[in-house]
């Protein structure tokens, strides 16, 4: 019995894999069509990507009609080279190249030998076409941009690279990917699915029909459209008003945590990202390192937030109890807090929480801020505590939203100042520049409207997104989920009441939209830079954040405007317009609207171009702002007075 066990073992096993070879080789197909079979030819039919909505349902991006020259390199045999480069206006240093880089993706893959072709030149290759073995067209759909203006949101779409390629074998060479903005986010559900048609090849190379009746082949299955939470007409107007100025624009509707409009500028018009000048058009604006169109502030530029961030000193100063509505503080145009060491005020006389926000008074703030980190055991406690509480607002973290590039900015903690002061110590003093945004916080435009945002909401805030629907599909959860702060929503209200009369008699009187309650408050930023060691003060940033209306808010918006002076110069103004375009869908304050649409900084922005190392400086501080050097604790810089 013993014996016959391992002759029997043996004998099943080899049935069992005869079965399996014969399966493979006789009866599944499959297989030759996963091998690299000279004999079937793969032709891949494109689906039309989703269409892309506004919020009110205004068709943003479509689609259009294009035509790629295809190489087989294997097979390109006996060719006039001399008529095909004059039928498609290329020259034989241009063909060969175009040949060997072919090759070297795959003698016997089709890949992309000439790109988009218009209907003029598609109808005269076609004509032609039976005499240039190894080439064939291959239809595809580009993008057409029924608006000029959303270019940071849209994104663009491009040939895929051999990195992803190699990463991702959806993708062949030729192959179109969007590349940032929503078509990165939603490439997958924006592509749609690629159809493929087998084709059988004789010995002599030629097609004689569907491998096997077409029982392999697939249609292709169109992408899914989408909407945005976008507005069209806002971000239009978003995008006229920034014209000749550098920043960003960020709205939310607080209610949902949707974007309604994401404007950086300068920007650009989408269209010149397609067609034959693509690549062209894409050097020139990734090469423009004055402006950066190509550079989306409201994601990217970390900034020193300014008065904006009072708002944020006085929540947590009341949360943790050291202050109340009618607690006081004297102010003597500045606010004295170490000797020799004096932080300027344009306000002065008695302030407490209410006309402290309203006229933004540097020493009511400074004042309680030091309170807030001397109620704890030790300063690296207290800092701890109130970082905190900001990290609940979604400060110094990646905020989660849909679109593919951001940054976290940037959020102190005990840690910070260890690494800042090693050796010696360092209390409340040392960082009181903190309090009113101009320390080592930095934040993005979008970090300050989902702030302004959580404001109005009386505590709480949601991811802040792009989409609004999918067709056929459902968005993340992520993004209906509730984010509660540390503080308790009762600490809300006398900060907004204070908001409201920024408006009614503070530093944005004057900015006011009849009918329409808003809160806000200005903001001013410091502007400094390094040249060769020395810290040099550049023109300070004009920021403003607003909500409105004050009660059941539609809208919460931040606007930063680069080197705008202050915050009502500038930001203030365009804050109200966008406020008063979303709400009313008019403009009443034809004045402000005026001023802004024909304002310009670029005389400003001029003084840079003719210092190219002073701009390629002040270009990089905006991605990363330089802090003050201070080697002891008693080597605090003096604050100028920020013109809120």
């Not at 793969?42 to 009110?56: A, Q, S």
């Not at 402290?356 to 030091?370: D, H, K, P, V």
């Not at 600490?491 to 809160?519: Q, W």
Request: proline share 4%; net charge positive; aromatic share 10%.
């Amino acid at each position: 019995m013993r014996k016959a066990l391992l002759p029997t073992i043996i004998f099943v096993v080899a049935i069992l894999l005869v079965i399996r070879l014969f399966y493979l080789q006789v009866i599944d197909d499959t297989l030759k069509l996963k091998s690299d079979n000279n004999a079937i030819k793969k032709l891949y039919e494109y689906p039309e990507r989703g269409y892309i909505y506004d919020r009110n349902g205004k068709l943003l991006v479509a689609n259009q009609p294009s035509y790629d020259i295809m190489v087989i390199p294997k097979d390109v045999k006996d060719i006039d080279t001399t008529e095909f480069c004059s039928l498609l206006n290329i020259t034989k240093e241009d063909f060969l190249k175009k040949i060997e880089k072919a090759k070297v993706y795959s003698p016997r893959l089709p890949s992309v030998f000439l790109a988009q072709l218009n209907k003029k030149e598609y109808a005269a290759f076609q004509e032609m076409q039976r005499k240039f073995n190894g080439f064939y067209i291959q239809k595809r759909s580009l993008r057409d941009y029924q608006v000029g203006f959303g270019a940071n949101v849209f994104g663009f779409i491009t040939q895929v690279n051999e990195g992803i390629i190699a990463k991702n074998k959806y993708y062949n060479s030729g192959d179109l990917i969007g590349r940032q903005g929503v078509e990165e986010s939603y490439e997958d559900i924006l592509r749609g699915v690629k159809g493929i048609k087998y084709i059988q090849k004789d010995k002599y190379n030629r097609d004689i029909g569907s491998y096997k009746e077409g029982r392999f082949d697939t249609i292709a299955v169109q992408g899914q459209d989408i909407t945005l939470s976008l507005d069209a007409e806002l971000q239009k107007y978003g995008e006229e008003l920034m014209i000749n100025k550098r920043g960003g624009i960020v709205a939310i509707e607080p209610s949902t945590g949707e974007i309604l409009a994401l404007v950086t500028a300068p920007s650009y018009d989408p269209a010149i990202l397609v067609g034959r000048q693509r690549s062209k058009n894409y050097t020139m604006l990734y090469h423009d390192s004055i402006a950066k169109p190509l550079y989306d502030r409201g994601l990217l530029a970390e900034y020193t937030p300014g008065s904006p961030f009072k708002i944020l000193t006085g929540l947590v100063a009341l949360q943790e109890g050291v202050i109340d509505e009618t607690t006081s503080f004297v102010c003597h145009h500045g606010f004295s807090y170490a000797p020799g060491r004096f932080m300027r005020c344009h306000d002065s006389g008695v302030s407490v929480l209410h006309n402290g926000i309203y006229n933004s008074c540097n020493t009511y703030f400074a004042s309680i801020y030091m309170k807030t980190i001397n109620k704890f055991q030790n300063p690296p406690a207290g800092v701890d505590a109130w970082s905190n509480h900001l990290r609940s607002f979604g400060l110094g973290q990646f905020m989660g939203y849909d679109l593919p590039t951001g940054k976290k900015g940037s959020l102190p903690t005990s840690k910070t100042y260890k690494k800042m002061y090693p050796g010696w110590g360092w209390s409340s003093k040392t960082i009181v520049s903190n309090a009113i945004g101009q320390g080592e916080v930095l934040m993005t435009p979008i970090q300050l409207a989902n702030m302004i945002a959580t404001v109005a909401n009386r505590g709480f805030y949601y991811t802040p997104h792009i989409i609004k629907k999918i067709k056929g599909g459902e968005i993340d959860k992520k993004f209906t989920t509730k984010h509660m702060t540390t503080i308790d929503r009762k600490h809300y209200e006398p900060m907004i009441n204070g908001l409201f009369d920024v408006y009614n008699r503070g530093t944005a009187h004057g900015l006011n939209v009849e009918g329409i309650d808003i809160c806000g408050k200005t903001g001013t930023a410091e502007n400094y830079t390094k040249i060769n060691g020395k810290r040099v003060k550049l023109q300070d940033h004009s920021i403003f954040v607003a909500f409105a209306p004050k009660d059941n808010p539609k809208i919460a918006i931040a606007v930063f405007v680069e080197n705008g002076y202050w915050g009502s110069r500038w930001a203030g103004p365009i804050t109200s317009l966008m406020i008063e375009k979303y709400i009313k869908r008019k403009i009443t304050r034809k004045d402000l609207e005026k001023r802004m649409l024909e304002g310009s900084l670029q005389a400003e922005y001029n003084k840079y171009i003719a210092n190219p190392i002073l701009d390629t400086l002040i270009n990089k501080s905006i991605k990363t702002p330089i802090k003050p050097v201070v080697k002891d604790s008693n080597e605090i810089k003096k604050s100028t007075a920020p013109k809120n």
